[in-house]
């Protein structure tokens, strides 16, 4: 079993920027997917960031990819050190507002989520 602990989130004006940190009750070395979603009222969760890892890509390289609406303010990164998943995000818009919620898929693993970071941006 996987637990995930979430930390980071809050209010922030529009422009400015968060970091919001998963850390791993496991050691997040081989891993299928890390990803970060985001959730606002009356919709699903969306894929904002995520890491692909080496036994997934054709390549057995990691992929990473965000969702067009973030490309370019926002950054996701891993620490196996620290068995921590982060996403660091930059110029934050209204349109930011949301839960965020960190999934880990690691291998022999089933995949875990995060409780969820409120960020909320003001204009």
């Known amino acids: 079993q996987v637990r995930l602990v979430e930390s980071g989130g809050g209010l922030v004006q529009a422009g400015g920027s968060l970091r919001l940190s998963c850390a791993a009750s496991?050691?997040?070395?081989?891993?299928?997917?890390m990803s970060w979603y985001r959730q606002t009222p009356g919709n699903q969760r969306e894929l904002v960031a995520d890491?692909?890892?080496?036994?997934?890509?054709?390549?057995?390289?990691?992929?990473?990819t965000y969702a067009e609406s973030v490309k370019g303010r926002f950054t996701i990164s891993r620490d196996n050190a620290k068995n921590t998943v982060y996403l660091q995000m930059y110029s934050l818009e209204p349109k930011d507002t949301g839960v965020y919620f960190c999934?880990?898929?690691?291998?022999?693993?089933?995949?875990?989520w995060g409780q969820g970071a409120q960020v909320t941006v003001s204009a």
């Open positions: 496991r050691n997040i070395e081989s891993f299928n997917h």
């Open positions: 999934y880990v898929d690691l291998t022999g693993y089933d995949p875990a």
């Open positions: 890491i692909t890892g080496p036994l997934i890509t054709r390549d057995l390289s990691t992929k990473t």
